[in-house]
Nanobody, 123 residues
Framework: QVQLVESGGGLVQAGASLRLSCAAS????????MGWFRQAPGKERELVAS????????YYTDSVKGRFAISRDNAKNTLYLQMNSLKAEDTAVYYC????????????????WGQGTQVTVSS
């Protein structure tokens, strides 16, 4: 059974940093692109960042460029999201997901999802 478990969320002040992790189990995803999504109250889920199977291609939504960094460790079957200079508008539940493609910047085509971790940024 495939499981994606996010961790690292929490309550921080604006300007702080957090590092999210997503541990995958049940199968390896070294050939799949992976991504981080977020959903704020009353808003649609959005793709925050994605990374290709080998880490060579990365996509970021405009609002996080220069502040967030996505990475992966295929040996550990783990995905990361380093979030710096956090803003109140980054407050959301963050989800990791696995794509059916090896590289993608589209929010479509994700087949496996974690349960999410809450990130709250106070201003």
């Amino acid at each position: 059974q495939v499981q994606l478990v996010e961790s690292g969320g929490g309550l921080v002040q604006a300007g702080a940093s957090l590092r999210l992790s997503c541990a995958a189990s049940g199968r390896t995803f070294s050939n799949n692109a992976m991504g981080w999504f977020r959903q704020a109250p009353g808003k649609e889920r959005e793709l925050v960042a994605s990374i290709s199977w080998n880490g060579n291609m990365r996509y970021y939504t405009d609002s996080v460029k220069g502040r967030f960094a996505i990475s992966r460790d295929n040996a550990k079957n783990t995905l990361y999201l380093q979030m710096n200079s956090l803003k109140a508008e980054d407050t959301a539940v963050y989800y990791c997901a696995v794509s059916r493609y090896s590289s993608t910047s589209s929010p479509r085509g994700y087949d496996y999802w974690g349960q999410g971790t809450q990130v709250t940024v106070s201003s």
